[in-house]
């Protein structure tokens, strides 16, 4: 009786898989085998696994843009921005001082050019046939020193050869009543110019060829003179 029973429930659980000699495929989605159970639960795990990390990598990303953004200047570039910024600076001053030097030079010729031309006019102004004392004039500087000057022919040295040829030769000594350092206004510049002329026969009959040069001396008040040439003036004088 007892394997009898064993038979009986043996066919009762076949009874349940089996109906007509086919499996019964009612419940066959609740049969989940050990082996398929683990590789979904390992696929399900591994999905999560895999967001987690690329939201860990997103946020380690943003914190290193922070980290660059929120950074100071390296040493190399706070050296490379001073040397740019001391090019610059270097730059400008030696702007401002050539401009500098160019407005002093340009003041000096201005000055030197006023000067030869108030002394053509004294000279001019006299007849070329006046002789002794009539042939002399005067010009006051500001610092109340009296020059005279003389309008019989002669004079200073000129320069005979090269581009400065026809004017005065400054390194010949001074010559009296055709020479005089004038001082300009006002005095305590300290600003004085070398006034030199000559005299000679004119290209005509009657006439004379008067030359008048300019040259700013060097000094704490003029140190551009050194780099300014002297300002020559040309004029025919003759009778009238």
Request: aromatic content about 4%; some cysteine; charged content about 20%.
């Amino acid at each position: 009786m007892g394997a009898v029973h064993q038979v009986s429930a043996l066919g009762g659980r076949r009874g349940l898989c089996r109906r007509n000699g086919e499996p019964d495929r009612k419940n066959q989605d609740l049969d989940i085998r050990p082996d398929k159970r683990e590789l979904a639960l390992k696929g399900y795990v591994g999905t999560d696994i895999g967001s987690e990390n690329i939201g860990s990598e997103m946020e380690t990303g943003s914190r290193r843009t922070r980290k660059i953004a929120l950074r100071g200047f390296s040493l190399i570039e706070l050296i490379i921005a001073t040397s740019v910024m001391a090019v610059g600076l270097l730059g400008g001053i030696a702007f401002i001082a050539v401009a500098t030097a160019n407005n002093g030079r340009s003041r000096l010729n201005t000055t030197a050019a006023t000067l030869a031309e108030s002394t053509m006019e004294r000279i001019a102004a006299i007849p070329q046939k006046s002789t002794g004392a009539d042939a002399l004039t005067t010009l006051t500087d500001c610092s109340g020193h009296n020059f005279t000057i003389n309008t019989i022919p002669g004079g200073s040295s000129l320069i005979t050869s090269g581009a400065l040829a026809g004017s005065v030769d400054y390194s010949q000594p001074a010559v009296t009543q055709y020479s005089m350092p004038y001082s300009v206004c006002p005095s305590t510049s300290g600003v004085t110019y070398d006034i030199r002329w000559r005299i000679d026969a004119g290209p005509t009959p009657s006439t004379q060829l008067v030359t008048v040069s300019v040259r700013s001396l060097s000094g704490p008040a003029a140190p551009a003179a050194q780099l300014v040439r002297p300002f020559t003036l040309r004029q025919l004088r003759g009778d009238y």
